[in-house]
């Protein structure tokens, strides 16, 4: 997609969701003259309208980092380019001085020399009007979007992704293994006599589970068992039955049979989060289609399972568990957790034990599709 065509589809888009927004804004002042109920539904009927925008801008953020990344780029190629004409033609100059160029030859090349610096200048002016074009709607975009919680910043390139899973990895392991990062971390525990494993066989919850064969789980959190607490191990950390700590391809020391001291979460500080509540979200099942179903989170939590007792019972999915997945909110913010169910839990189409949602995920629990919305 080129400059021009970007513009105009971001623009189009925009005026769609600021008209959705300015919906929004008005029934709210309306309510006075309507039931609590019609101003609700028609808000939450142009919240989903303004996200389903957001979802078809958001992918092209991207492109626009790329277009003025490339035409940043061209401008600083340009600029030093430019910076050489005055040397070259002090070079021609000396060269005419010891006959080398007649005069002829001197003139026509220090004419082309500043002619190309001209055009130089010009395409930079080019340039500058391509960045403040893209640039302007990239933030009108923004500006529009943020209030809401709609906008979703491109991903980092690839380098700084890297760097920032390694530094992310580095704080896990200080958290749950203590110590700084100069030397292997060291954790006492009792006697591990076998690999902490739990094998898809055993989550089944009852005979009507269909358990699939490629799904695999593994945790840690049997051995806060005897602890008096609970350990906390992330999916990229795993406990073998020598008593070896693998995070990612890395081995950590423990020392076995001694103890463990398990320290309780530190509460965030005060002010640190919004107060719960202040964000809603919706669970919306089969969206855009006329099987759409809306769910509201107005608990702080949110079950979803083939048995009774669950706040979304699905009953025709034969790889829904009875207890599946909840999805929770902490503070201010909302979480998705695996319960163990045999066939596993996506967001976005990976496999998840748990997950921080930040509004606009793809949830498939068995073969049955969610979307996740955050309205502010």
């Not at 392991?173 to 110590?179: I, L």
């Not at 795993?238 to 076995?256: K, N, W």
Request: negative net charge; hydrophobic residues 40%.
């Amino acid at each position: 997609m080129d400059k021009a065509e970007l513009l105009n589809t971001l623009n189009a888009l925009a005026a769609k969701y600021e008209q959705h927004r300015q919906y929004i804004d008005k029934a709210k002042a309306a309510a006075s003259k309507f039931s609590s109920a019609v101003v609700e539904k028609v808000i939450l009927d142009h919240e989903i309208k303004s996200s389903q925008v957001a979802d078809e801008v958001n992918p092209l953020m991207p492109r626009f980092a790329e277009l003025i990344a490339g035409l940043e780029g061209e401008k600083a190629n340009i600029s030093a380019s430019k910076s050489t004409v005055d040397e070259q033609i002090a070079e021609l100059e000396l060269r005419h001085d010891i006959g080398e160029l007649d005069d002829g030859d001197f003139e026509a090349q220090v004419a082309d020399l500043r002619n190309n610096a001209a055009g130089a200048n010009d395409r930079i002016a080019a340039i500058d009007a391509d960045l403040a074009e893209l640039g302007g709607g990239r933030d009108k975009w923004i500006n529009l979007a943020s209030p809401s919680g709609h906008y979703t910043p491109p991903p980092p390139p690839a380098d700084e992704l890297h760097h920032a899973a390694r530094v992310d990895i580095k704080e896990d392991v200080s958290t749950v293994f203590g110590g700084g990062h100069d030397g292997p971390a060291t954790v006492r525990v009792p006697d591990v006599q076998d690999e902490i494993a739990i094998e898809t066989a055993e989550v089944a919850e009852d005979e009507g589970d269909v358990v699939s064969a490629d799904v695999q789980f593994a945790s840690a959190g049997d051995l806060g068992g005897d602890l008096g607490g609970d350990i906390v191990i992330s999916e990229s950390v795993s406990v073998a039955a020598d008593g070896d700590v693998v995070v990612g391809a890395s081995e950590v020391e423990i020392e076995i049979g001694a103890e463990v001291e398990v320290r309780p979460p530190v509460a965030p500080a005060p002010g640190t989060e919004a107060d719960a509540g202040s964000r809603r979200a919706l669970l919306i099942y089969q969206e855009s289609t006329a099987e759409e179903q809306i769910y509201p989170f107005t608990n702080d939590q949110l079950t979803i399972g083939r048995g009774r007792e669950n706040d979304i019972q699905i009953k025709n999915d034969s790889k829904v568990s009875r207890y599946h997945c909840k999805l929770f909110r902490r503070g201010n913010n909302f979480y998705i957790e695996d319960i163990k169910s045999s066939n596993g839990t996506l967001v976005n189409g990976e496999l998840i034990t748990d997950r921080r949602l930040f509004g606009g995920e793809e949830i498939v629990v068995g073969e049955t599709y969610f979307r996740f919305r955050i309205m502010e």
